[in-house]
């Protein structure tokens, strides 16, 4: 059983930085592609980074040169460093972890593990 445990959120300016965690419990950890995803009051889940268990990125348009996701996979975690941040950026901020698939997907659906989420907040 996989358990996935988001912290790091909170209250920032905009224009400011946040850093993300996301500590993983499982064996599968290093060999599971792994994401960011958030959804904002009023608004569907979307996609928001992923790294692969190689270690390759991929981003949506809208974070891309602003966000970062890496992962240590000795400590069995996922970050998401989040720079230049904008009001339209708060949202619950959940990790997720795809389920026997090494490559990342921006797909909401195919990610099968998900934790609680961690609430971020841009004020203008």
């Known amino acids: 059983q996989v358990q996935l445990v988001e912290s790091g959120g909170g209250l920032v300016q905009a224009g400011g930085s946040l850093r993300l965690s996301c500590a993983a419990s499982?064996?599968?950890?290093?060999?599971?592609?792994t994401a960011w995803l958030r959804q904002a009051p009023g608004k569907e889940r979307e996609f928001v980074a992923a790294v692969s268990s190689g270690g390759n990125t991929l981003y949506a348009d809208s974070v891309k040169g602003r966000f970062t996701i890496s992962r240590d996979n000795d400590r069995n975690t996922v970050y998401l460093q989040m720079d230049s941040l904008k009001p339209e950026d708060t949202a619950i901020y959940y990790c997720a972890q795809r389920r026997f698939y090494s490559v990342s997907s921006s797909r909401t659906d195919d990610y099968s593990y998900w934790g609680q989420g961690t609430q971020v907040t841009v004020s203008s």
């Open positions: 499982g064996r599968t950890f290093s060999t599971s592609a």
